[in-house]
């Protein structure tokens, strides 16, 4: 095909029109995130290149100069995307925007439906990365394109950055932190991969910023020993000395140790929790009582959680023959330890715990400490008062998330990480990951009207806008 045909073929699809009567912008959304949908980024297909030349693509035909749009990465099978939109300057250090275009392996055998393939019912968009991060790529996408269109200059830059390999190294931020931090330094980050909204039974309860994140941390248990016939049993059985450490594991809680997100979280969600739940809240958050600590732990694996380290085991695996006594068992620990703890701290506490010094504990791989982010006034007051225009009855609460995001790196750079998803879940069907992932229909169209009216309002336009 002839080159002016192809770009004139790229203009028409990056502008399609919506049909009569529908919102320009919503189908744009909704296009986008069902373009983004149907290129498998998962890291055995790769294609993070693929998808950020579509969407580079759409951000050229909406007006974006190709000198302000990046296509990098550390290797080929991973390439980020990076857009800066340009403001007035007025002597302000950009906004960075983070989502992340990779998705975790899904397999056709395992879903009702094909997971590469956008579909649309009852009031949900369905496909894998729908809510973990397309929805986020996506909003940040359209929003760019909306803000072009309506000729909006910010009063600082406003960087949109889009990164292809979150679900597995996180080596794709740390990249453009270490060799591109030209192209992407902010005076603070704003990350659709972080906080969101809590449903319960379709009522909006809570409205996360996520400002802190547990630091990933994963042992190797391992025993070995001669082993022998399996015929000829001896007392020291490799197998059952992995096994009984494991148990001292198991009925071992480490301490709890607020911080002053998690301390902020406890007394914040107090409020939209009633009883003892709500009791138990403050007088955690104010005194750090150990009989409230006790009782939310067994309330809520995730109030265990947020308020203390946790190593739970993951994998296993024994032996070499069905007639052999085992040489090597050995045991996967995953941690996720509270940004102020430390791997030594961790590995000696596990140590004193599994008590057997035949139990060998090696780490994978070296913890990446998070600093939390602070609660910055002239960030979180604007998020808060558009969350009550918005959804009323949620209450906005500070989060340490339980997982990890490119947030960590981005933060061990300098730069504070907020993270405000703004997409309203049930509590108790978050999918992500998981089969037949989904995001509402609703709830993703008003986490894009969210995030508009958030950078309008972050970056000098009238606060009501």
């Not at 990779?102 to 729908?130: C, I, K, L, M, N």
């Not at 910010?154 to 080596?171: F, N």
């Not at 547990?214 to 399996?230: D, P, Q, W």
């Not at 494991?246 to 914040?268: C, H, K, S």
Request: hydrophobic share 40%.
């Amino acid at each position: 095909m002839r080159p002016a045909l192809v770009a004139a073929l790229i203009v028409s699809c990056c502008l399609a029109t919506p049909a009569a009567g529908q919102d320009p912008q919503r189908a744009l959304e909704r296009e986008i995130l069902a373009e983004a949908i149907e290129v498998n980024t998962s890291d055995s297909a790769g294609n993070t290149g693929v998808l950020a030349a579509k969407l580079a693509a759409r951000l050229e035909a909406a007006g974006f100069p190709k000198s302000d749009i990046s296509i990098v990465g550390h290797a080929p099978k991973y390439q980020n995307l990076v857009v800066r939109f340009r403001g007035r300057g007025a002597g302000k250090k950009a906004i960075m925007l983070m989502a992340h275009m990779d998705v975790v392996d899904a397999r056709r055998e395992d879903w009702s439906f094909a997971p590469y393939q956008f579909r649309e019912q009852e009031g949900y968009y369905y496909g894998r990365g729908t809510s973990d991060n397309k929805a986020g790529v996506a909003t940040l996408v359209a929003n760019f394109i909306r803000l072009k269109r309506e000729k909006f200059v910010p009063d600082r830059d406003l960087i949109m950055v889009l990164t292809a390999d979150e679900e597995t190294t996180g080596d794709a931020i740390a990249w453009l932190m270490r060799e591109r931090r030209e192209l992407i330094d902010a005076e603070y980050a704003l990350n659709t991969d972080g906080g969101g909204g809590a449903l319960v039974e379709g009522k909006a309860q809570a409205f996360s910023i996520q400002t802190a994140e547990k630091i990933y941390l994963t042992f190797a248990f391992e025993v070995r020993n001669k082993g022998g016939h399996s015929s000829i049993p001896i007392r020291d059985n490799a197998i059952y000395r992995l096994a009984a450490g494991l148990g001292r594991l198991a009925e071992y809680d480490f301490p709890v140790r607020l911080n002053e997100t998690t301390r902020a979280f406890f007394t914040r969600a107090a409020e939209s929790e009633s009883g003892q739940n709500a009791a138990d809240m403050r007088a955690l958050a104010s005194t750090g009582d150990p009989a409230a600590a006790a009782r939310l732990s067994k309330y809520s694996p995730y109030f265990n959680s947020v308020m203390r380290t946790t190593c739970v085991a993951t994998r296993l695996y024994g032996g070499h023959a069905d007639n052999a006594l085992p040489q090597l068992a050995r045991a996967t620990v995953n941690c996720r330890i509270l940004p102020d703890d430390t791997q030594a701290a961790v590995a000696a506490e596990l140590a004193r715990v599994v008590n057997d010094p035949d139990v060998v504990i090696t780490a994978s791989d070296p913890a990446k400490p998070s600093p939390p982010s602070p609660l910055r006034a002239d960030v979180v007051g604007p998020i808060e008062r558009l969350v009550k225009d918005m959804w009323p009855s949620a209450t906005v609460v500070p989060e340490m998330s339980t997982g990890a995001t490119d947030g960590l790196y981005v933060r061990n750079g300098g730069i504070p990480v907020y993270g405000v998803g703004a997409i309203f879940e049930e509590v108790n069907d978050v999918r992500a990951h998981g089969r037949d992932e989904r995001v509402g229909v609703k709830a993703f169209h008003e986490a894009s009207t969210f995030w508009y009216r958030m950078l309008k309002a972050l970056t000098g336009a009238d606060r009501t806008t």
